[in-house]
């Protein structure tokens, strides 16, 4: 049994998909907040079950009978991440699953500014002292984050942004065929694996000229500073906390977190990753 934490979003159901055209369904669980939501799955044959790492009691029936178990991160930071990432390792662990995953970050690191990246650094902590053996999957920068930066400026034509660094944008779609893969073919890895990118790293500049490139229209960088971006995002109605993580975005790709390439994605999916102009294309067609 694979249990499958998260399954609503874009990941988790990605992952879902993938494992399903390669193993039984009966052998396939999902861990949900809302199974209301998951009933396509239900229908597909898949077990679902409520699961909330907020709540140890649910994690133990959803967790049941796993053999591996894939702990999609939260989409909080902080302590409330922390905590909420704890629970759901020690209800993995007393399952008695042989195996947990998690979805983690090339840049996670305790020093970053970006502050979901110092959440990853203590939960491979938590894994590492949990005593059940573990891969922690180093997931590149989601390309899917170019496409919300560019929001107003496919209006303006002005990409107003503080100072950045090339980033190696990696499609959702590849890093769940990524996990899907780690999940069914076991040993590929064990522990932390290398950073699972794009083929390429793109600043904001070449973004904006994607993009202008796909539109037809002329899309400029404008570089603010810190200061500028958080006090316009807060006159807009942006929480302060959610403000100061997005400077943080910025600040650690100029830092260079995000600029590592690798092969290993590639290797894993057997192909070419998914360009930054693919997603883009796909994403404003829409």
């Given at each position: 049994?694979?249990?499958?934490?998260?399954?609503?979003?874009?990941?988790?159901?990605?992952?879902?998909?993938r494992?399903?055209?390669?193993?039984?369904?009966?052998?396939?669980?999902?861990?949900?907040?809302?199974?209301?939501?998951?009933?396509?799955?239900?229908?597909?044959?898949?077990?679902?079950?409520r699961?909330?790492?907020?709540?140890?009691?649910?994690?133990?029936?959803?967790?049941?009978?796993?053999?591996?178990?894939?702990?999609?991160?939260?989409?909080?930071?902080?302590?409330?991440?922390?905590?909420?990432?704890?629970t759901?390792?020690?209800?993995?662990?007393?399952?008695g699953?042989?195996?947990?995953?998690?979805?983690?970050?090339?840049?996670?690191?305790?020093?970053?500014?970006?502050?979901?990246?110092?959440?990853?650094?203590?939960?491979?902590?938590?894994?590492?002292?949990?005593?059940?053996?573990?891969?922690?999957?180093?997931?590149?920068?989601?390309?899917?984050?170019?496409?919300?930066?560019?929001?107003?400026?496919?209006?303006?034509?002005?990409?107003?942004?503080?100072?950045?660094?090339?980033?190696s944008?990696?499609?959702?779609?590849?890093?769940?065929?990524?996990?899907?893969?780690?999940?069914?073919?076991?040993g590929?890895?064990?522990?932390?694996?290398?950073?699972?990118?794009?083929?390429?790293?793109?600043?904001?500049?070449?973004?904006?000229?994607?993009a202008?490139?796909?539109?037809?229209?002329?899309?400029?960088?404008?570089?603010?500073?810190?200061?500028?971006?958080r006090?316009?995002?807060?006159?807009?109605?942006?929480p302060?906390?959610?403000a100061?993580?997005?400077?943080?975005?910025?600040?650690?790709?100029?830092?260079?977190?995000?600029?590592?390439?690798?092969?290993?994605?590639?290797e894993?999916?057997?192909?070419?990753?998914?360009?930054?102009?693919?997603?883009?294309?796909?994403?404003?067609?829409?």
């Amino acid at each position: 049994m694979i249990v499958v934490t998260g399954a609503n979003g874009q990941l988790g159901s990605g992952v879902v998909d993938r494992l399903l055209a390669r193993v039984p369904a009966e052998r396939i669980a999902v861990s949900v907040r809302d199974p209301e939501r998951a009933k396509g799955l239900s229908e597909r044959g898949v077990r679902v079950r409520r699961g909330d790492f907020g709540d140890p009691a649910s994690l133990a029936d959803a967790f049941e009978g796993a053999e591996q178990i894939l702990l999609v991160s939260a989409a909080s930071t902080g302590d409330t991440a922390l905590r909420q990432h704890r629970t759901a390792i020690a209800a993995a662990r007393e399952s008695g699953a042989r195996r947990i995953l998690y979805t983690s970050h090339m840049g996670a690191n305790p020093a970053s500014p970006f502050a979901p990246m110092p959440d990853h650094a203590e939960t491979e902590a938590a894994l590492r002292a949990s005593g059940v053996p573990y891969t922690s999957l180093r997931n590149g920068f989601y390309a899917a984050t170019t496409v919300m930066l560019l929001g107003a400026a496919l209006k303006t034509g002005e990409l107003s942004a503080p100072e950045d660094g090339p980033v190696s944008w990696t499609a959702h779609a590849d890093l769940a065929e990524a996990a899907a893969l780690a999940l069914v073919e076991e040993g590929r890895f064990d522990g932390v694996t290398p950073p699972l990118t794009g083929a390429e790293a793109l600043d904001l500049a070449e973004v904006a000229a994607l993009a202008s490139s796909i539109t037809g229209r002329t899309i400029k960088r404008v570089t603010v500073t810190d200061e500028e971006y958080r006090a316009g995002l807060v006159s807009h109605g942006v929480p302060t906390e959610q403000a100061d993580l997005l400077v943080g975005l910025f600040q650690a790709s100029r830092e260079g977190e995000f600029a590592e390439v690798s092969p290993v994605l590639g290797e894993v999916v057997g192909r070419a990753p998914t360009s930054l102009r693919e997603v883009l294309e796909a994403a404003l067609a829409r």
